[in-house]
Structure formats: structure tokens, C-alpha cells
DNA sequence: TTATAATGTTAGTGTTGTCTAACATTGTTA
DNA sequence: TAACAATGTTAGACAACACTAACATTATAA
């Protein structure tokens, strides 16, 4: 019913991501992943444990239950449409392109996030490789300077 | 020194906005545009009082201390960058783009803004008033479809 | 197998930010 | 000017979320 709070979204998030990786999800990856002390993750796991959302056995291991598996799968997929759209098309680094999509990712309405996939299957379905304009763009970030010339020459051509 | 919160961000931006209307800021003023409470405005304008980064003398009005406008200004640029990249670039309403990027504006960090920026900049930089490809994607939005005759053509001129 | 390290839990604290309800001030109008 | 409406403030409650410190359990190694 009630909307989970941005921090629980990174928990269940946060289960499913090491999940991938690990199996076996402890109190203690969770702390480490999400840069918080165990106790933290006890509370909110806790708390998730009661909206049905995980299982959690004391001393045990923690997992998605049917309907957390849902949700942090959404946001996961956000996670990865924001890094694409950071990464390959704006270009910026792993790191920042990662660090700046988990800041997002519970933020933007779903409007947002279909017109960002969109824009990045446009990118991507392009009868080229990549767009020219974005190799452009690349060449602008690095240089500062357009690649004048190639632009106008398509853009001329294509007029007629 | 420590950082401010988004929600004391906020108070400063609206601050700023309302001023471009209204002159004069008051704390119903904040409430109403915030949708908060005048007393949840009372305990915030204090607080920020407190930090130097806004004058506010009892009944009176609300202005912005010189540090304030500042921070102030820093995210409502953050904020029309945004919502110039949501709306002009990517086709999204006006409505949406604006909620989009108040969301967002506290979040994203310098790297990231000033690569978005650069975006911005590299398509209303293009000799043409719209550049092709971006005419090509609101085609694909509306339609589904690549305006594929268009943009082969274009591309394979370019080789040459 | 027992001592110790690693891990997990619980209880209690602090911060932030909202709210309601009661009260204070200011402005407006009859 | 007196009454009322609009606005602002204060006090107190509550929820979320993190923390520390103390305690409990489990795993490992001497």
C-alpha cells in the first residue's frame, strides 16, 4: 500500500544486487554495501521482514521474499537504464555514472525513466554502430570543439 | 562547513523563486509553494537563520543573507538545466519536466551537471537551429518509428 | 573443546523534518 | 476602534533512520 521509503528501496536493491554475486546474502554484506552499521540493516530488515517483503532468520540469511523480488528488481532496472544513459551516451565514468544512478534511481517517475529507455533505443538502434552526433558529442566533450565540418556536410546533404 | 539537507536546499531555492515574483517572501508564501505547513516553515527559516543564510525578523519577511542567495542560485541553475535537458531534449512536458527536476536538482553532483550541461550546449550550439538527429528522436517518440531514409543518407554523405 | 574472533541483535540516543493544536500578532473592515 | 480574518509562532508528538554500547550467537582455530 504505502510507498517504501528510498532507504528501504536500497536495502531490498542492495539484497538483490549482492544476490547476484554472492547467494548468500549476511546483515553484514548489507552493512558494507550500503556503507551503514549492522545495526541499521537489523531495523530495516526488520521492518521489510513485516511489510512481507524479505525473510529473515535470526543469525541467518537474508532474502527477497516474492513481492521484494518485484520492487528491487524495478529499481535495479532503473539503475541500469540511468548508468547506460551516464555512461555510454553522456559519457561520464563508471564510477560517477554508477554513483550518480543510485542517487536517481528512486527519484524519477516511471514518465521519465520510459523516455530515457527511448532515448537510449534510439541510440542503440541506429543502422550505425553508434550515431554520428554522438561520436560528435564525444569529440565535443574531449575538445570543446564540434567536428564543424562533418556536421554541416550531413546536415546539407540531407536538406534536399 | 556541513553540507545542507535537500529539504533546507529547498526552502533556500524557493526563497529565491518566489523573490522573482513576489518581491516579498513570507513564510505562507513558502508553505504554500512547498506544500508544508507554516510551522514546519517556522523551524526551517530558523534553522537557516541560525547558518547565516537567511534574515527573518519575527512576522516579517523572509529574505535571503548574502551566502544564501548563493546556494540558492546554485541549484536553481541545477534545476533549469535540468529541466531544459528533460523538456527541450527529450520531449517531456512541461509539468513533468518541472517536478522531474526539482527531484533530482540537490542530487546530482558537479561532474554530472556540468556534463548535461555540455549536452545542452552541444545541441543549441548546432548551426541548425534543431539538430537533425534530435528532430529524428521526437519523430521516434511520437511514432515509434526511425525516420531511417533520412538518416541513412545523411550518414553515408558523411563518409565520404 | 574451549577460547576468541566474527557476526548479529537489542536498547537507547540524536537528528531531521513533518505534523497538530494552542496561542500571538498583524491587517482589514464594519 | 473593536471584532474578525489572516498570518505567524511555539510547544509537543511522531516517524524514519542513523548511531553507540552492551549483549547474544555462531564460527574458527589453538
Redesign the interface.
Known amino acids: 500500500m504505502n510507498a517504501l521509503t528510498e532507504s528501504k528501496e536500497d536495502y531490498l536493491e542492495a539484497i538483490l544486487v549482492i544476490g547476484l554475486e554472492k547467494k548468500w546474502v549476511r546483515v553484514r554484506d548489507l552493512a558494507k554495501y550500503l556503507g551503514v552499521k549492522p545495526s541499521s540493516v537489523a531495523a530495516a530488515v526488520k521492518s521489510l521482514a513485516e511489510k512481507g517483503l524479505v525473510s529473515h532468520e535470526k543469525y541467518g540469511y537474508v532474502e527477497l521474499a516474492k513481492d521484494g523480488v518485484v520492487i528491487a528488481r524495478q529499481i535495479y532496472t532503473c539503475h541500469k537504464t540511468l548508468y547506460k544513459f ?1 555512461h555510454d551516451l ?3 565514468s563508471k564510477t ?1 555514472a554508477s ?2 544512478a543510485c ?2 534511481e528512486h ?3 516511471a ?2 525513466m520510459k ?2 529507455l ?2 537510449i533505443e ?1 541510440v542503440e ?4 554502430k553508434e ?3 554522438l561520436s ?2 564525444h569529440y ?2 574531449k575538445t570543446g570543439e ?1 567536428p ?1 565540418v ?6 546539407s ?2 536538406k534536399a
Do not use: D, Q
Request: charged letters at 35%.
Open positions: 551516464l553522456l559519457g561520464l560517477v554513483r550518480e542517487k536517481i527519484t524519477l517517475g514518465k521519465t523516455r530515457l527511448k532515448f534510439f538502434t541506429c543502422p550505425e550515431p554520428l552526433w560528435n558529442f565535443f566533450i564540434r564543424e562533418r556536421c554541416r556536410e550531413a546536415r546533404k540531407c
